[in-house]
């Protein structure tokens, strides 16, 4: 069969390929990224190319103007390699971890987590895996029990330790290392979950490693996989880091991922790519740690439901079909090396639970690592994203919910949305007489996209001046050259072409702004519903938590603007942040916090608002902005008519 030489720029990459294969498929093979929301099925239009060198089939479609056409621009999904090409990935392909990695927007105000100080107070500092220094006697004529009755015995008598059993890899091990060092070895135990059950000693090790004892905790999102080193003796983290999840070549959402899967060896390969991601985490964390691979006795690993079914090669299709059954809530503990993962034979992964198919073990840790669970606080806990998660209850009782809010506030369905990276425009405002623009990027750079912050900022700075109407359409009377019809669509130009990275015009169109009220609506018309099924109000509410890389961005004000969130005292509204690895640091650290996973998810209820009374009409009435009823928002309504009379006024002054 005849093959073909695709070069990647700027990545200098090349690859050799079978006459005939399709060019996104070809840079999922090579691990190189372009955006497709869609997974490659044609409808998204955001796999932009450039074809430097060389011809391809096939590579047109009606979402790229001639100009593009001209200049060389198609569609990878839509691409077929039939000759060697030389192809250029464009700048708002580009995947760039850095931004993960900055410190935490000054929004953000983290809850008070149970440092190691309280939960010794309490009682509940029980890391799940502990190591002790165990010296024994030697064996003689008239002591000759065997080294595992010997360990045992030790063990029970100085430490009080009962119920241990050996697994198989230490007893192979065992006689070597108990003399290694004069019968003094380090000896490495994991608690059950439920008391009762037995005690394993997975690891030994001759001499002293007591003070070794360290932990990783991994949130593997859908975009984006975070994980830290933690020192479980004092709960420090000694290293984190973050990246982008591999997967996000193939598709942008899980149910594009679960589409995926179940062709040919998606989920084979789906697997594979996230396995990779995460090894690359912990190769980071471990060399800035400076912390010894066999030194990592545990990995605690948060997850939503599809994303964990993935990582374990567990099939995700029935997630996405009524009645939407995961394969299972609870999943055992199990060797770290068997999921794939570079660490030690011995550390072991604990997995959080889930509720249900929408509502995963990354809510469930947000929920563990926010303490909601156990404080008689009413709180309303938002994971945004785009699958927003929705929880409320204190200590007594627990409700849950997702609704579908599509990938709008994370660049997706957006024509120039974008994640949160270098040249992503985060900031916006307008001058209310000229209407031009002031923009600011991440790291203050030509703009290439509009992140979700900006995205949420743009909409609320828009219509509070009046540009857009509560329906997000255009006033095309502003006198105004940003505002236009292009295709017969109205836009509102944020930035002029000469000034982009990208060679065109950064613009937001109606389109983008229906993407983005129905997100909002969607996440809006959860919370009410979900409210109004447990009797509840919103001001009935003590707190209110934001989780999610999202979330943390958040601008509070601008959110109430638009309605993706109702009108609050602004005091009770608490960001978290990454909730999810939050929860993962804590069970490392606290088996009891483990043992309360499980009566915290069996008294979570789960509601499926597709099927719930109201979420339609709540739904319906959130598709404006902020609402159809604007006394559900009387300091905006108060602000919005106090700005139409200045308006008024200003323009009797100039006439």
């Known amino acids: 069969m005849k093959t073909c030489t695709i070069t990647f720029l700027p990545y200098k990459k090349d690859i050799v390929v079978n006459d005939g294969e399709n060019l996104i498929r070809a840079a999922m093979e090579a691990g190189i990224h372009i955006n497709a929301s869609c997974g490659g099925e044609g409808v998204c239009g955001r796999c932009r190319i450039c074809v430097e060198q060389g011809t391809v089939e096939d590579g047109l479609s009606e979402r790229l103007s001639k100009e593009d056409i001209e200049k060389g621009y198609r569609l990878a999904c839509k691409s077929i390699i039939r000759s060697d090409v030389v192809i250029r990935i464009p700048v708002e ?6 931004v993960l990695n900055l410190a935490s927007p000054r929004k953000k105000v983290s809850i008070e987590e149970m440092d190691i100080s309280t939960l010794k107070e309490s009682g509940k500092f029980l890391p799940p895996v502990e190591k002790r220094l165990l010296t024994v006697s030697e064996p003689s004529h008239e002591d000759n029990s065997s080294d595992a009755s010997r360990v045992i015995q030790g063990l029970r008598e100085q430490y009080n330790e009962h119920r241990l059993e050996f697994e198989m890899p230490v007893l192979q091990k065992l006689p070597d290392v108990l003399r290694e060092n004069d019968f003094q070895s380090t000896v490495t135990i994991v608690r059950p979950v439920r008391d009762g059950h037995k005690n394993h000693i997975i690891h030994m090790a001759a001499g002293n490693h007591v003070a070794q004892n360290y932990a990783i905790a991994i949130d593997i999102g859908t975009t984006t996989v975070y994980a830290e080193v933690l020192n479980t003796e004092t709960g420090e983290i000694l290293a984190s880091y973050g990246d982008f999840n591999g997967q996000i070549s193939y598709g942008e959402d899980v149910i594009s991922r679960i589409v995926f899967s179940e062709k040919g060896d998606g989920a084979k390969k789906l697997q594979s790519v996230v396995v990779n991601t995460i090894n690359k985490i912990i190769e980071k964390i471990i060399h800035r740690s400076k912390v010894d691979i066999q030194d990592i006795s545990m990995i605690t690993i948060a997850a939503n439901t599809s994303m964990t079914q993935l990582f374990l090669g567990i099939n995700p299709r029935y997630v996405r079909r009524a009645p939407y059954v995961p394969a299972t809530m609870f999943y055992p503990p199990c060797k770290a090396v068997h999921l794939g993962l570079n660490v030690a034979d011995h550390a072991i992964a604990l997995m959080y639970p889930c509720v249900s198919s929408y509502v ?75 209407f031009e623009p002031m923009i600011l990027t991440i790291g203050n750079i030509r703009p290439k996209g509009i992140c979700g912050s900006g995205l949420l900022t743009m909409l609320a700075v828009l219509f509070e ?36 990275q990208i060679d065109r015009d950064i613009v937001l169109t109606e389109i983008d702004i229906d993407n983005l009220i129905r997100a909002k609506g969607a996440m809006y018309s959860g919370y009410m519903t979900l409210l109004t099924s447990v009797g509840l109000k919103i001001e009935d509410l003590d707190r209110i938590i934001l989780a999610g890389g999202f979330g943390s961005y ?52 789960n509601f499926e608002l597709s099927e719930t009374p109201g979420f339609m009409d709540n739904y319906v ?13 009387p300091k905006l309504n108060e602000r919005m008519m106090q700005r139409k009379q200045l308006k008024k006024t200003s323009d009797s002054l100039v006439k």
Request: with cysteine; charged share 20%.
């Open 621 to 633: 009435a959130a598709l404006f902005l902020p609402h159809t009823d604007m006394k559900l928002f």
């Open 554 to 605: 958040v601008d509070l004000e601008k959110a109430i603007t638009i309605g993706l969130l109702p009108e609050v005292d602004s005091n009770k509204v608490t960001y978290i942040g990454n909730g999810s690895l939050m929860g993962a640091r804590m069970s490392s650290i606290s088996n009891h916090i483990r043992q309360d996973v499980g009566e915290t998810v069996a008294r979570m209820t």
């Open 93 to 98: 392909s580009s995947v760039d971890a850095s």
């Open 465 to 500: 001046n009046g540009v857009i109407d509560q329906r997000g359409k255009y006033n095309t009377e502003l006198n105004t050259p940003r505002i236009r019809k292009q295709n017969d669509v109205c836009e509102y130009v944020v930035v002029w072409a000469d000034q982009t």
């Open 360 to 434: 995963g073990g990354d809510i469930v840790a947000g929920v563990m690592g926010s303490g909601m669970y156990n404080t008689d606080e009413l709180t309303l806990f938002i994971d945004m994203g785009t699958n927003a998660e929705i929880v409320i209850g204190n200590k007594e009782w627990l409700t849950c919910a997702a609704c579908s809010a599509g990938p709008a506030f994370e660049g997706g369905g957006v024509e120039h949305g974008m994640r949160a990276s270098k040249g992503a425009i985060e900031d916006f405002s307008i001058d209310p007489i000229t």
